[in-house]
């Protein structure tokens, strides 16, 4: 399947919605909304679910999904919208759903196009052409096609911070600060902490972060701390009983553009083609959890 771009000119994405049936999509479609034609519950089932863009002068600058309760907790403080509609409707597979915000802080950049992937290959391709994509595949435990959303910005922004949690608690402090999740919980699959990486980005590349690694043993630990690389302090495999997971970064000439995660193993190829680097160290190292990696592109 092949992505289509939308949005030619610089015009600023101000709402989103989704559609779970003919009649939404009719209505939709007569307040002035335009939809991605690519079914987000493709090759699982279910209904056929489609997500709509509006344009505005107040452009949305965050995205997120939620595939738990706990998840949202903080969402609705910070003042995100819910587009109260299950992503996985009809099938399943985790209940998502989509939150946006709107903000003109200092780490918030505006959105200008939107799209949807359903293959690795395309994926790789939006990665390595300035596209962020949500971590949270759309078919998320319902089979079919790996699914995930893509969204680009008004200008270039770079990750000039990275953190990670392993409870809900903190959700509101990191939503406020200007954070965005990674919406895959590092330990997906093993039993442990729900594990979250966490970024913030500017469009100021003397401020990025120009390094990320992961440490799975004592041996690499210990290397990256001699070479001036900073710890973040959370355990990525947290509960697991696994091995200890640390993701490292340092700063120095060539700026992160941005950072995912992969799980599907045949994106894993495409993306070290397209020009990303991909860590190859399982960020569920020890466990019977899913494979992961983490990966960035500069």
Known sequence: MSIS???????????????????????????????????LNQGAGGNDIYLWYKNGSV??????????????????????????KDLNAGEVGDSIYLWYFSGSGEYDTPIVEIDVSTDAERE???FSTGWE????????????????????????TFICDVSATNNFSSNDDYLTAGYIRLD?????????????????????????????????????????KQQGYTRVVVNLNKGTGGN???????????????????????????????????????????????IKYLCFHQ
């Open 5 to 39: 771009r939308h949005l030619p000119t610089m015009a600023y994405i101000s709402q989103l919605d989704v559609s779970l049936n003919e009649a939404e999509m009719n209505q939709l479609k007569s307040q002035g909304f335009k939809k991605i034609d690519v079914n």
């Open 59 to 84: 452009p949305i600058t965050k995205l997120q999904a939620t595939y738990s309760h706990e998840m949202a907790a903080g969402f609705d403080k910070a003042g995100y919208k819910k587009i109260p």
């Open 124 to 126: 790789a391709l939006k």
């Open 133 to 156: 994509t949500l971590a949270c595949d759309l078919n998320r435990n319902a089979g079919g096609k790996w699914i995930y959303v893509w969204v680009k910005r008004e200008k270039q």
């Open 184 to 224: 895959e919980d590092t330990n997906r699959g093993a039993v442990g902490c729900y594990v979250f990486i966490w970024y913030r980005q500017t469009p100021d590349p003397r401020r990025a972060l120009t390094d990320l690694q992961i440490s799975t043993n004592d041996k690499e630990y210990q290397s990256f």
């Open 244 to 290: 200890k997971v640390y993701l490292w970064y340092k700063k120095g000439d060539k700026p992160i553009k941005t950072t995912t995660l992969l799980i599907n193993p045949a994106a894993v190829p495409m993306y070290k083609k397209a020009g990303a680097t991909v860590i190859e160290k399982n960020l569920n190292t020890g466990t019977k959890g899913q």
